[in-house]
């Protein structure tokens, strides 16, 4: 089966992903790897590119300053625990509209329908932390330096440390 892993992505970030993950002298390959073992002994993590935070207890994404600098996009990231409910959740994000994800957070960061395949076995688990950064990272070049840097490796470390296996992202 062929893996189309750019398909929904936006054409510039498209391109450089598969510019980036092509080793010299290879051909484009769509980065995949396959599970080690069953989905029902899996830890599973969440990410969304939505700009969720969690509503009176963490920082909005700067989406002030984004109207101020449209060439830039705020590059940080928000831990949003396993437990959090819909009403805990807030978004600051400008490129998208977010009414649907208000209504149901579970459109943009599953966590509850995970939890559900949690309980049915289905999965092995999900992990204690999920993730929300904001996708629009500047045009007409995004800047991607801060989560190459920073914001990626702190991000990878703390899902190691909670023993993620697999990754469930979800665009905006």
Same mark, same amino acid.
């Given at each position: 089966? &062929?893996?189309?892993?750019?398909k929904w992505?936006?054409y510039?970030l498209s391109? /450089?992903?598969?510019m980036? /993950?092509?080793? +010299? @002298?290879?051909p484009? #390959?769509? +980065?995949f790897?396959p599970?080690?073992k069953?989905?029902n002994? #899996?830890?599973f993590?969440?990410l969304t590119?939505?700009?969720?935070?969690? $509503? @009176?207890? =963490? =920082?909005?994404f700067?989406?002030?300053?984004?109207?101020r600098?449209?060439? /830039?996009?705020d590059?940080?990231?928000? &831990?949003?625990p $396993?437990?959090?409910?819909?009403?805990?959740?807030?978004?600051?994000h #400008?490129?998208?509209?977010?009414a649907?994800?208000?209504?149901?957070l579970n459109?943009?960061?599953p966590?509850?329908?995970?939890?559900?395949?949690? $309980?049915? !076995?289905?999965? !092995?688990?999900?992990?204690?932390?999920a993730?929300s950064?904001m996708?629009?990272? !500047?045009?007409?070049v995004p800047d991607?330096?801060?989560?190459q840097?920073?914001y !990626?490796?702190?991000?990878?470390e703390?899902?190691k440390?909670?023993?993620?296996?697999?990754l469930l992202? #979800?665009?905006?």
């Amino acid at each position: 089966m &062929v893996v189309d892993s750019y398909k929904w992505l936006p054409y510039r970030l498209s391109a /450089w992903m598969q510019m980036e /993950w092509q080793a +010299p @002298g290879e051909p484009a #390959t769509t +980065p995949f790897t396959p599970l080690a073992k069953p989905l029902n002994s #899996t830890r599973f993590a969440l990410l969304t590119t939505g700009g969720l935070y969690l $509503k @009176g207890q =963490q =920082q909005p994404f700067d989406v002030e300053r984004e109207a101020r600098e449209p060439d /830039w996009g705020d590059p940080s990231y928000r &831990v949003i625990p $396993k437990e959090t409910m819909l009403g805990e959740i807030e978004v600051a994000h #400008t490129h998208y509209n977010p009414a649907d994800a208000v209504e149901d957070l579970n459109i943009l960061l599953p966590i509850h329908r995970f939890t559900e395949l949690e $309980k049915a !076995g289905e999965i !092995g688990s999900l992990a204690p932390s999920a993730y929300s950064v904001m996708g629009y990272q !500047g045009h007409p070049v995004p800047d991607y330096t801060q989560w190459q840097e920073r914001y !990626g490796p702190e991000i990878l470390e703390q899902m190691k440390a909670e023993g993620v296996e697999a990754l469930l992202l #979800t665009p905006a």
